[in-house]
Every structure is written in C-alpha cells, then in structure tokens.
C-alpha cells in the first residue's frame, strides 16, 4: 500500500472511532458530514471533558499513554473476571453486601450489570474512541507531530480491530464503557441517543458505513 493511502486510510478511521466522542448537533453533523473541526472545538475537548485539563504536548501524552496502556478497561476487566469466578448467588450476596455510595460499589453495580452482555473487547472501545480522539486535537493544536499522531492512532485502530468484530460491537462497548466511566446507574445512554446511533449504524452518509471494520491500515 502506498504511503498516501495509508495515511489517508489511518485519518478515515480516525474520524470514525472518534465520532461517538462528539457531543452537540452542530459538531455532530460535521463529523457524520466530514466537515473539518475547528480548533476551538479540540481545545474545548482538552480543556473541559478530561478528567484533568490538557493544555500542553506533555500532558497530552500523558493522557494518551493512559488509554494506550490501561484506560478504563483495565479495571473493568480486573473486576468482570473477579465477579464472573463466582456463582450467580455468590455474586448477589456480594453485591447486597457492599456499602452505598462508594466509588467502588457504583463501578461494580455497572460491571455487574454488564456481565455476559458484551462483546469480547469489554469497554475498550470507550479507550480507543478518546485515544483517537485526543489524537486529532493533538494534532490539529500541534501538540504532537505528524509522525506522533499517526503512532498513537494506528495503535489505538489496531487494537480496536482485534478487539471487536464489527461497528455494532464497537458502539455497544463504548456505550457501557461511558456509562461505566460516569458510574451512570441509569443505563439510558443507548434509550438516550438511539435516533443518533441509528444513523450512525446506518445511514449512507455515516463514517461507519463509509469506512469498512476491518480496512487495511498498515
């Protein structure tokens, strides 16, 4: 494969692992659309929906290497395989018996939840989507090289590839994965945004039906 086309390839699937990361109507329609995102937008991203701001190369990376390495599926995975060891009995009881309103026991009330309902990948999609995401702001704010961000995307792709099988199961991991992540106990994210992720999974028009799973990226 050329390198043109690989590259070209790579910002493709970078535009659609990231689209669930967009929130609002304006910015939504240009990515379903592939309108260019302003850089005030990936500012904003940085500045005020991380856990901490990012306003430097430095931090960014920082950030980057934690949903590269760990993310949120590696506590998700730790304590799936703990509750998954026991009976379904055992797990109730055990569940019954955790104190209210600690940040342990709302995590596992989600995990517990998703137990056997998700695909292989678990949550990772919510890691690979931000990833990709931090990525192009990265990029576009020139916080990372052109060769940086085509290294921390085609790792997060990749990764995303092997992980799950399709768009549909992508999307699903990503939805627990963000509803994990808020310690939502509403589980209303997909009821919430279902006309959204409609059109995501099927309209013409959407990344996801432009850009094929399992593109050769490198």
Known sequence: MAYNEQRQNLDRYARALSI??????????AALENRPIRRAWYRSILETR???????????KRELEGFSSTGYRNSF??????LSSSSEAERARYMQS???G?????????IHHYLSRLPA???AALDYAWGSCL???GLALRYLTREEHDAYLLHFALSAQRAYANWSEYVI??????QYMNRDFSFSYTQEHKVVLTQLLTSRHSPFQKVSWNLKLG
Do not use: N, V
């Open 98 to 100: 955790l104190p209210e």
């Open 135 to 137: 990525c192009q702001a």
């Open 77 to 82: 995975d730790h304590w799936t395989r703990i």
């Open 50 to 60: 991380m856990k901490k701001p990012i306003k430097d190369a430095e931090s960014l």
């Open 121 to 123: 990948g678990g949550i």
């Open 102 to 110: 600690q940040e342990l026991t709302t995590e596992l009330l989600c």
């Open 20 to 29: 669930l990361c967009f929130s609002g109507e304006s910015i939504y329609r």
């Open 173 to 178: 991991g990503y939805a627990a994965g963000l």
